[in-house]
């Protein structure tokens, strides 16, 4: 058992640990969560950009990431297992990681929904209208576009001092980086606020690969669509897929007693979730139905 955990975390470590230096550029997300209340939130994210792609996801998840890297370094070291209390009680909001490839085409939008990770290609079709406008924004000079995305209007203001056609979330194919970008009602507003040098840029995260090395979970491509269809079901059954996990890894002829399914505790985990889910509903993406 310890030496298969042990080439598992091996493997891990030595598929995802390629470097190469980047620029990370820190956005600060302001947002509105639940779209009855007026109470916003935020959370640093951030889009690192090298001369062949672009990964943009919340700074949040890097840092837990970082943690965990540390945690199966010593358990390699240790051959135990790793000590998940150290983790906390840390997580992003915005567990979504977008990625474009240069030049770009198409953005790749991965997320997990329970303990499986998927993810889909899309074009976000973005036709900006460059306004004359211009405005200083920190240090940097900026101009004004529009776009219509999403169901949505975004304002967005670009520098040419950065020589990226890219930006945010799934924003791209402006003549510079965006600066910042809002929807006309400030439900959603990103900020540019800061920038360094990275010395990698990680599409795969340790916890990822650990879980899909372990057969905890599983990834695969599906349709945008398909993604929307799964995570209403999710809504629906927040627990149906660790359940199914449970199910899954238990010995053969051997099955999980209905007391424990519809036990007060698993039914008041699964309230919990769900109340917690319904009060975000202000997405970034609204679901435009078709023909509207």
Known sequence: MKKAF?????TTIVLLNAQNTANRFFYELTYKPNKDSLKLEKEMMV??????????QSYENIQVDSIANAMFQESMKTSQMPDFKRM?????EFTHQISKTYPI???VFKDHIA???YSYRENPNLNWK???EKQKIGIYNTQKATTDFGGRKWIAWFTTEIPFQDGPYKFYGLPGLIVKIEDEHKNYSWELKGNRKTDHIQEASYMEGFFKQANLSSSREISKEKFLEKYEQYKNDPLAGMKQMITQKMPAGMQLPDEFLQSKDMRDAEKQLKEELDKKNNSIELQVKKGK
């Open 47 to 56: 889009l690192d950009i090298d001369k062949n792609k672009s990964v943009y």
């Open 6 to 10: 042990q080439i598992i975390l091996t």
């Open 88 to 92: 906390g009680n840390r997580n992003a």
């Open 105 to 107: 085409q198409e953005v």
């Open 130 to 132: 460059i306004s004359d």
């Open 115 to 117: 303990v499986d990770y």
